[in-house]
């Protein structure tokens, strides 16, 4: 059971009601739970919201490789909310099942599963969330696949995703009931 109660978001003040739902334009289907519960503090909802909205759609990063690097973070952080709603929108956006699994499993990146970008971005979030600092080795093998701009996104999300899970964690969230993982 959550240890905060999600709060109602037709009732957030001005100017944020309105920054909320801007921010919101486009989005389809129930409310979620983490924004109802980030809701408490209206300006950080606002500006949450936004930073998500950025990471999803106003960056370089393929959005399968995206999906790898969140599922990761949120596999490792032991972040069930993130990791269930990241695995239904990874099997959106073309990651196939075998790779879903082997994050989840912690598997070996020597395997065929995946290839050698994918390798790289997982083990960039692999060695930021375990350590914080990465490996010169692991920093270049990134590097070669992606330019400044796209590492500072990969960097970002793993930022992003961290966050998210020490929140949803810390509040234990519960998962909206109308949520089922494909």
Do not use: C
């Amino acid at each position: 059971m959550a240890r905060i109660d999600p709060a109602d978001l037709d009732q957030l003040p001005e100017p944020h009601k309105s920054a909320y739902a801007e921010a919101m334009t486009g989005r389809t289907g129930p409310r979620i739970h983490i924004h109802s519960t980030v809701g408490h503090s209206p300006g950080v909802l606002v500006r949450f919201v936004e930073m998500a909205n950025e990471l999803r759609n106003g960056t370089l990063l393929e959005p399968r490789l995206r999906e790898l690097v969140i599922l990761t973070v949120s596999q490792l952080k032991g972040a069930e909310y993130e990791f269930g709603k990241h695995w239904n929108l990874a099997l959106s956006v073309g990651v196939p099942r075998a790779q879903l699994e082997a994050i989840e499993a912690t598997a070996d990146l020597s395997s065929s599963t995946f290839d050698e970008i994918e390798r790289a971005v997982i083990q960039l979030a692999r060695e930021s969330v375990q350590n914080v600092k990465v490996s010169d080795g692991t920093w270049a093998s990134a590097a070669r696949h992606f330019d400044d701009r796209v590492l500072v996104e990969i960097i970002m999300h793993i930022g992003m995703y961290s966050m998210t899970a020490h929140f949803t964690e810390a509040v234990e969230m519960d998962i909206e009931p109308w949520f089922e993982r494909r």
